[in-house]
């Protein structure tokens, strides 16, 4: 196989599955995980953690990761701006998760809120990667502002349900040129698989893996998944057929 890497902001990664830190029971298991799971990024909700005491979440996660600030919880595009600019400085890199939420109960993003704030952030260094809805005509618009990737939803954050409109995530992926990462939604391993089949370039979850009974477990379960869905894509799948197709050839059969 030849060489496929994720490219985000200039840096390339192996690995196209990004995994969240929160909601596990300590840092041994988020350590534990975020190895099985074989992720090269690793998202940090600043508002929500202290990066910087000794014995903190940042000893948890394994030294080659690299470390993509998010801000979670921020309702507004100046407080999405504000944290951006403390996870710059307490990660030392301009990767940025730009999360404005809209609706307390869903999470769904504040899309247009998400956009102001995206246009200014580039502006001032950021590599971007904004969480968004599946809609494509935004898509383009954080593309147009200078988005390194964008982060549809697959279904509500937490919720496990899948990706639950494909169609929407394959019109997407074919008006946009950066990176398209699921960000939400991903239950088990066929959700993580199905993305990638799809074409879409990564995928990042947490509650996924975290919530899982064997959280380890579910995190290698979700690096094969994967693996196995981006060489899906790649290869090619077969064209659907309505009726059977004899899978050896009929004719100059032995009498």
């Known amino acids: 196989m030849t060489e496929d890497p994720l490219v985000l902001g200039g840096r390339s990664f192996h690995s196209r599955l990004l995994i969240g830190t929160g909601k596990f029971k300590d840092f041994d298991e988020t350590r534990a995980a975020i190895e099985a799971s074989g992720a090269e990024i690793v998202t940090v909700a600043i508002r929500r953690v202290d990066l910087s005491q000794k014995g903190s979440l940042r000893d948890a996660i394994p030294k080659h990761c690299a470390l993509l600030p998010n801000t979670a919880g921020c309702y507004t595009v100046d407080e999405a701006i504000r944290t951006a ?40 260094g950021f590599v971007v990667l904004p969480y968004t809805n599946d809609d494509p005509v935004m898509a383009k618009k954080l593309e147009a502002v200078g988005c390194a990737a964008v982060m549809p939803l697959g279904a509500p954050i937490g919720s496990g349900l899948g ?89 100059n059969l032995i009498a």
């Open 85 to 124: 600019h403390l996870g710059r400085e307490l990660c030392n890199t301009p990767l940025v998760k730009l999360e404005v939420i809209g609706d307390e109960k869903t999470l769904f993003p504040d899309t247009a809120a998400t956009l102001a704030a995206a246009e200014r952030l580039v502006k001032e």
């Open 163 to 251: 990706i639950r409109n494909p169609y929407n995530l394959k019109i997407l992926l074919e008006g946009v040129k950066v990176p398209v990462i699921v960000d939400a939604g991903v239950g088990a391993a066929s959700d993580a698989a199905i993305a990638l089949e799809l074409g879409c370039d990564a995928v990042l979850m947490n509650t996924g893996v975290a919530a899982a009974k064997h959280p380890v477990q579910m995190a290698h379960a979700m690096r094969l998944a994967v693996e196995a869905g981006r060489q899906s894509f790649l290869a090619g799948r077969m064209a659907k057929r309505l009726y059977a197709h004899a899978s050896s050839p009929t004719d």
